[in-house]
Nanobody, 120 residues
Framework: QVQLVESGGGLVQPGGSLRLSCAAS????????MKWYRQTPGKQRELVAS???????NYADSVKGRFTISRDNAKNTVYLQMNSLKSEDTAVYYC??????????????WGQGTQVTVPS
């Protein structure tokens, strides 16, 4: 069994910073691409950032220059450092990871979501 557990959400004033963490655990053989999504009620889930196992990154235009995705392969953990936060960043943030388990079955997994709130 594999699971992703997120942490680090909270309420931050505009211009503030927050770091989200997402740790994968279980019968893991390899963690491939890891991603952060966010979702606001009434809006589709949006891809915020992604990082490959080799460290190649991509960002949504709305967060470029403000957010940084990184990973610690030894800990099977992905991070999202969020700086210069705006009210538009308010959302539930979800971690997603493509994982090959020890039975050589590969699929994506979702974290439980963590709320980030930035008042206007």
């Amino acid at each position: 069994q594999v699971q992703l557990v997120e942490s680090g959400g909270g309420l931050v004033q505009p211009g503030g910073s927050l770091r989200l963490s997402c740790a994968a655990s279980g019968t893991i053989s390899r963690v491939n691409t890891m991603k952060w999504y966010r979702q606001t009620p009434g809006k589709q889930r949006e891809l915020v950032a992604s990082i490959t196992s080799g460290g190649s990154t991509n960002y949504a235009d709305s967060v470029k220059g403000r957010f940084t995705i990184s990973r610690d392969n030894a800990k099977n953990t992905v991070y999202l450092q969020m700086n210069s936060l705006k009210s538009e960043d308010t959302a539930v943030y979800y971690c997603n990871a493509l994982i090959l388990d020890t039975k050589r079955y590969e699929r994506s997994y979702w974290g439980q979501g963590t709320q980030v709130t930035v008042p206007s």
